[in-house]
């Protein structure tokens, strides 16, 4: 892969990493915080299962920005899907939940479409 498209995929997993911490803080200091529950235990499962995809996200950035050292020219087409996969997963329920008026699956889309172009483009 040349030095380009090198920093391409780690600028794209580093965009990845800040959107997810940005989704999860947000999320977590505008929808939970002030929401009232029931219980004590479900505001925390609410907060975990929140948090979980934040931190499934951060990972499929790390391995974005990684893929240049993990991966080979001919699989990286193939390995960046499957990482993308559930990004792309939380950009569609996003965008068909909130009829599209939610911005951060804009964020996402952007996000899969950066990195499988770098993937295939390499």
């Not at 997993?13 to 235990?41: D, M, N, W």
Request: charged residues 10%.
């Amino acid at each position: 892969m040349e030095a380009s498209m090198t920093v391409w995929m780690v600028a794209v997993g580093i965009s990845c990493v800040a959107a997810a911490c940005l989704h999860g803080y947000l999320g977590e200091v505008k929808l939970i915080g002030p929401a009232t529950f029931p219980t004590r235990q479900s505001r925390l499962l609410v907060s975990a299962m929140w948090q979980f995809s934040t931190m499934i996200w951060i990972g499929c950035g790390v391995l974005i920005a990684a893929s240049p050292w993990l991966f080979s020219d001919s699989d990286r087409p193939l390995a960046i899907p499957l990482i993308c996969s559930p990004i792309l997963f939380g950009v569609v329920a996003n965008g068909l939940i909130t009829r599209g008026r939610h911005f951060g699956w804009k964020v996402f889309a952007a996000i899969v479409v950066a990195a499988m172009g770098g993937a295939i483009l390499a």
